[in-house]
């Protein structure tokens, strides 16, 4: 059995993927051609926003956003202390500050109460100056903007959404990546809508935003003339041949791939509710389910299910062991573990179990028929 099963989908989708690739190669336009240009334009209109400006990874995602929001020292960028290390070290790529804030122990995303006491923490100080938050959409759900807006727009705060996980969810009929300023997502494989190796998409309403991204994702160059380079960029390109794989795999994501991980989940739920904490999705929103994470009583538990789930051929994953806080890249902060209690609760306790749109319900049957036994 696998995690994700990224051969399934090939199988699936093999003819027009294997098609998409011959034709780039027989165009030899390997750099921004025709299908770059096409997916972009799908996957704004998918979205929601105006524009859609593809890159070569989601952490360049992330970065040249808050490039283009003129992001840099001095500034306090919030983001979750739950996530994976890019959603904060991109902030510190950029010279702002990292203020990671502790999660809903419920949904794994950002605590609103807990970003707003460190946004007044902040402020008190005097030390630096607020400038945007960065909410993670963790495991494909997104985070809670119908909170998160109001506060940033009482401190007068940018968002920029870090959808890396959370691509294809909605929050009232609305997608991610279209509740920030600026919305970012990856298609690393793994991803809920991943390529066949690196890249990554930013989104944005604004005209202005999306012309400097263009320039900065192609080392700030001017549209006028690629010898005028008006700022220093990045080398951050799509290839083709990845916009040509996510063609075919978006038009299935789209058309059923959400709703059949949807079901996946819905079976695990059943089958696993009155014995472990099952994934909570809040009325009116839709997870995209990057993860199937549940909560064990204790890490012993954790532990011990792992162990069983292994010896019977079944990959699990723990998602994360470690704060943000807790990373060696960031011990000179001396944050302590106080401060991030929903974050050490969920590093101790959180168990992923396989999950991708083309999992059958028997596979399902057998991962959690392991997990109760154990329990």
């Known amino acids: 059995m696998q995690f994700r099963d990224l051969k399934a989908q090939y199988e699936a989708l093999k003819p027009e993927i294997d098609q998409g690739i011959q034709d780039v190669i027989n165009s030899t336009s390997f750099i921004l051609g025709k299908p770059v240009t096409e997916l972009e334009a799908k996957l704004?209109?998918?979205?929601?926003?105006?524009?859609?400006?593809?890159?070569a990874n989601g952490t360049d995602a992330l970065h040249l956003s808050l490039k283009a929001m003129n992001i840099g020292?001095?500034?306090?960028?919030?983001?979750?202390?739950?996530?994976?290390?890019?959603?904060?070290?991109?902030?510190?790529?950029?010279?702002?500050?990292?203020?990671l804030v502790d999660i809903d122990l419920r949904t794994f995303n950002m605590y609103p109460d807990a970003l707003?006491?460190?946004?007044?923490?902040?402020?008190?100080?005097?030390?630096l100056t607020p400038k945007a938050i960065i909410p993670v959409d963790l495991f494909g759900l997104p985070a809670d903007y119908t909170k998160i807006i109001p506060v940033a727009e009482k401190y007068g705060l940018k968002i920029l959404e870090d959808a890396a996980q959370g691509f294809g969810g909605m929050i009232n009929g609305k997608r991610t990546c279209s509740f920030g300023d600026i919305g970012a997502t990856s298609f690393f494989p793994a991803k809920p809508l991943g390529c066949y190796g690196d890249g990554g998409a930013i989104f944005t309403d604004d005209g202005a935003i999306d012309e400097r991204l263009r320039s900065l994702r192609a080392n700030g160059r001017s549209p006028e003339d690629k010898y005028d380079n008006r700022e220093v960029g990045f080398n951050s390109r799509l290839d083709t041949l990845q916009a040509a794989i996510l063609l075919p795999k978006f038009k299935a994501f789209a058309e059923h791939e959400v709703a059949d991980?949807?079901?996946?989940?819905?079976?695990?739920?059943?089958?696993?509710?009155?014995?472990?904490?099952?994934?909570?999705?809040?009325?009116?929103?839709?997870?995209?389910?990057?993860?199937?994470?549940?909560?064990?009583?204790t890490s012993e538990e954790r532990a011990k299910v792992q162990k069983a789930l292994k010896e019977h051929d079944v990959p699990s994953m723990i998602y994360y062991p470690r704060g943000i806080h807790q990373q060696g890249a960031y011990k000179d902060m001396h944050l302590g573990d106080d401060d991030y209690p929903n974050t050490?609760?969920?590093?101790?306790?959180?168990l992923s179990l396989p999950m991708h749109p083309y999992l059958k319900e028997a596979d399902v049957d057998y991962v959690a028929g392991i997990v109760r036994q154990c329990i």
């Not at 979205?47 to 593809?54: D, E, F, L, N, T």
């Not at 919030?78 to 950029?94: E, H, L, N, P, W």
């Not at 460190?118 to 030390?127: A, D, L, T």
């Open 44 to 55: 704004a209109e998918y979205v929601g926003r105006k524009y859609c400006i593809a890159c």
């Open 73 to 99: 020292p001095g500034d306090a960028v919030f983001t979750s202390d739950f996530t994976y290390f890019a959603s904060a070290g991109c902030i510190s790529i950029v010279g702002a500050t990292p203020v």
């Open 116 to 127: 707003e006491a460190q946004i007044q923490k902040v402020i008190r100080e005097g030390k």
């Open 261 to 297: 991980v949807n079901r996946v989940a819905a079976w695990y739920t059943e089958r696993l509710a009155d014995k472990v904490v099952t994934p909570y999705t809040p009325e009116g929103f839709l997870s995209s389910w990057a993860q199937y994470t549940i909560l064990l009583k």
């Open 344 to 350: 050490i609760e969920a590093t101790k306790r959180v």
